[in-house]
């Protein structure tokens, strides 16, 4: 999920910042005075310390990419609705390009008039999921009964003992 902050402070003062859900993640912990730099592999996001103290504060753009699912090995192949890309100014889902600056809803495929903008944010999608295919656990493992470890423990847990049905309590 992303957060785009736009709007006026002050006459004349335009404030912007995209943000995302794992933005959370550094801002808990420098909330907390945990120590994230130990962590095995480097982690994604920004603090949001300095925008909630200051909502003027320089925060630099950014590209925030989105992966629905696996894609295999050639991303390029992958269905067009399956990932997406966003700036400040423009998301591309696919081959679909938005300007949200001036369309927030989305309503309006631009791509045909910015092919130029669909390339670059296309290009900046597929280097980024190579990077990130390491990490994939799954990506290419083949399991011994055709499931994934946890899916494994599932159907045991079920049929030893079945899986309870789980109620929050009545406030």
């Excluded at 504060?57 to 696996?70: D, F, M, S, V, Y």
């Excluded at 949200?100 to 670059?120: G, L």
């Excluded at 990077?131 to 055709?146: F, L």
Aim: glycine share 4%; proline share 6%.
């Amino acid at each position: 999920m992303f957060w785009y902050w736009k709007g006026r402070l002050l006459e004349n003062t335009e404030i912007s910042a995209l943000t995302a859900h794992f933005d959370l993640y550094k801002t808990f912990c420098e909330l907390a005075g945990a120590d994230a730099s130990k962590a095995v592999q480097e982690l994604e996001g920004r603090s949001l310390i300095p925008l909630l103290e200051n909502p003027l504060a320089k925060w630099e753009p950014r590209i925030l990419q989105t992966q629905r699912g696996n894609i295999a090995s050639d991303p390029k192949k992958s269905a067009d609705k399956m990932w997406s890309v966003r700036t400040g100014r423009w998301r591309l889902v696919g081959k679909e390009l938005y300007d949200v600056d001036v369309d927030p809803y989305e309503t309006q495929d631009v791509a045909s008039q910015y092919p130029e903008v669909v390339e670059r944010l296309s290009k900046t999608h597929f280097d980024w999921y190579e990077t990130v295919i390491p990490y994939m656990i799954n990506h290419t493992n083949k399991w011994e009964k055709e499931l994934a470890p946890l899916e494994t423990l599932y159907y045991e847990q079920e049929a030893a003992c079945g899986i309870p049905e789980w109620m929050p309590k009545d406030i």
